[in-house]
């Protein structure tokens, strides 16, 4: 379906925004046209909200390379966006950020949520895992696992999520930066979509475990190089 298809899509083309294969122009002016085709707001927002933070983890050197690939992709993208049949339907769709009061799935969305955030809220113990279907992992979370249950939940994934941001590898190698990137965009979408669940959720947890990964064989590293440096003793 669209949702699951875009959160793909939105890190994958966060992924191409760093490699420098000779196939990643073309796959990445057809992944951003399909990305703008699933009309998926929330994946729009979380690959922007992605960008920002690859661009802001990154030396300059990297920086520049990235802001010269996103002109590219500008000049490649928009003029495909003009074409029949795909100007409406995306055209259609950006506007609806200037009017979203008048959008009427966003007022369902809404609608839905001030409709079961009173019972989610007064929820201690939760329904069981994979109760209900939601649009917010916040109602999700809340209807599945309680407050009991939300508080360990949230509060280790939050412990998680600072020990990938701290630190400064991002900046010298592409690759974590990128996975700081992708963890950014599937938590710009928590509020209106659940991608820590299902086929959605194997981005953040997967991104989350290599990006993990990355830092704890940086740190072994550099353990490694200290313990070189160190005088030997004597037999």
Known sequence: ????????????????????????????????????????RSAWLGWFAGFITLASSLKAKHQMRLIIIALVMTVLVVPLTTIEPFSQMINNRLTTFSNIEEDGSAQARKATFNGLIGSALTNFVGDGIGSGGFDSALLATLFNLGWIGSICYVGGMLLLIFSLFHGSEGRSDPFIGTAHAIVMTCLVRLPVNVSILGLSGVVIWGFLGMGMAAKKYYQHQSTARLNQSLPQNPP
């Open 1 to 40: 379906s669209a949702e699951p298809f875009a959160g793909f899509m939105a890190a994958a083309l966060l992924l191409l925004s760093t490699n420098k294969g000779a196939l990643s122009i073309s796959a990445s002016v057809a992944g951003y046209l399909s990305l703008l085709l699933t009309l998926v």
